[in-house]
């Protein structure tokens, strides 16, 4: 299996005033081509710097990074910028929509940041229509749920056809069945050959992985295959009336 994300004694230290602040202490772990995995830890354990480190949103300290064979610790901002661009879709817990323009326009918007021109509306609308929203491209935030506002997001993430889609706390604002609906969404890329990397707090949520990562203090407190893991059925609600 090919190693997708290789981690290795990785550190990170924020000076904040004359304080020195370690939020990771040495991490070292590897990340599969075509895995689905949760992050894991309390609020301060170091996983949102670990995500934002392997989403190419910030630099260690010290240690190696490799993705996908590069050393990301060599690249210089913009290269960083383009891998972002290219190789992961990133979704988050408030949706990050822009509020007066429509799902279809939102979707777009990475090819538009990455100079892709030609067929950006065909490639949007093929990316809604994987998540069920073909029938609501033409609706603004406003005017969706808080179910659809998150499935817009991730189309977004998947239009530029990335290796790793980074998933923030992507149910923390949903009711527990659209939170289902969504990890569903979420699974069944993961069964298309896409990279999962899921952060949250919730147990429940870290279920639909095939393995958890604990972070605590800084360091890998755990890592363990799901045994039980739970599984979303295909089909169902589109999310068309879930609550907000």
Excluded at 1 to 25: F, W
Excluded at 73 to 80: G, H, I, K, P
Excluded at 101 to 122: C, D, F, H, I, Q
Excluded at 219 to 231: Q, S, W, Y
Aim: include cysteine.
């Amino acid at each position: 299996m090919h190693d997708l994300i290789t981690v290795k004694d990785l550190t990170k230290v924020y000076t904040m005033g004359d304080v020195e602040v370690h939020a990771l202490h040495g991490v070292s772990l590897t990340i599969h081509q075509g895995e689905m995995v949760a992050i894991m830890g309390p609020s301060g354990s170091g996983k949102s710097t670990l995500m934002n480190i392997i989403g190419c949103l910030d630099q260690p300290t010290g240690g190696t990074y490799q993705l996908d064979g590069v050393n990301v610790a060599d690249l210089s901002d913009n290269q960083l910028a383009s891998i972002r661009n290219q190789k992961i879709g990133f979704v988050f817990q408030q949706y990050m929509l822009l509020q007066r323009t429509s799902a279809l326009r939102n979707v777009e918007l990475p090819m538009l940041y990455g100079g892709k021109g030609g067929n950006r509306r065909e490639r949007a609308q093929a990316a809604l229509a994987a998540v069920g929203m073909a029938e609501r491209m033409h609706h603004k935030p406003n005017e969706l749920s808080g179910g659809q506002q998150q499935r817009v997001a991730i189309a977004r993430a998947l239009v530029n056809e990335p290796r790793i889609i980074m998933a923030d706390e992507p149910t923390g604002a949903l009711d527990t069945r659209t939170g289902e609906e969504i990890m569903g969404i979420f699974q069944k890329l993961n069964r298309d050959g896409i990279t999962i990397i899921l952060v949250t707090h919730e147990h429940d949520v870290a279920q639909h992985a095939e393995r958890i990562i604990s972070v605590r203090d800084g360091v890998i407190a755990g890592d363990e295959p799901v045994k039980a893991r739970t599984i979303v059925p295909q089909g169902g609600s589109q999310g068309g009336q879930s609550p907000p």
